[in-house]
């Protein structure tokens, strides 16, 4: 099924693009930047949001990637700006990513296990490297979702996902 759909807007140049992306990086780092202690454990994770979020829409764009891929990308996308999610940045501020981020890296790591390294990491732009960022995310999500209440959907739909995940290894 093909759907065509005209765009009431312009979609942002690319300046525009960086612009965001440096105003979001700008506002987590600040925001990491006042925490510290127990209240600050999971911040320095959150200045990867940013760079997830840029690798996603990057993504997004790139033709290698297959129809289902991007529909999965995209998927990413709108979880990061849906204002309602398991966290929302509404409410709780920019701790509220944390739940994009596992989000961005299951999507991630899916399109690794279907492309190579090199395509999806030509569309990162954090300062450390990709696989890495993948591994510290991935360590600490089950941390921090035993944390959330009642073992949200967002866990049990980790969780699937990473045996799914693990199976295909």
């Known amino acids: 099924m093909t759907m065509n759909v005209e765009l009431k807007k312009d979609l ?7 612009d965001f992306y440096i105003k979001l990086r700008s506002k987590i780092t600040d925001y990491v930047e006042s925490k510290s202690g127990k209240a600050g454990k ?3 994770y959150l200045l990867f949001a940013p760079d997830l979020f840029h690798l996603l829409v990057k993504s997004m764009f790139d033709d290698r990637l297959d129809a289902k891929s991007k529909t999965l990308v995209g998927s990413g996308i709108l ?19 944390i739940d994009d981020i596992i989000v961005a ?4 790591n899916m399109l690794l296990n279907k492309f190579s ?13 990709l696989l890495n960022v993948l591994k510290k ?14 073992r949200s959907l ?16």
């Open 79 to 97: 979880y990061f700006i849906t204002p309602l999610d398991v966290l929302p940045e509404g409410l709780v501020g920019p701790g509220g990513f």
């Open 154 to 169: 967002l866990g049990r739909f980790i969780k699937t996902s990473k045996k799914d995940t693990i199976q295909k290894s």
């Open 12 to 18: 942002p140049t690319y300046e525009e693009q960086q």
């Open 42 to 44: 999971f911040t320095p």
């Open 117 to 129: 390294p090199e395509v999806i990491e030509e569309h990162w732009a954090g300062d450390d490297k």
């Open 137 to 150: 995310v991935s360590e600490t999500s089950d941390s921090f979702l035993g944390k959330l209440p009642s």
């Open 105 to 108: 890296t299951f999507v991630v």
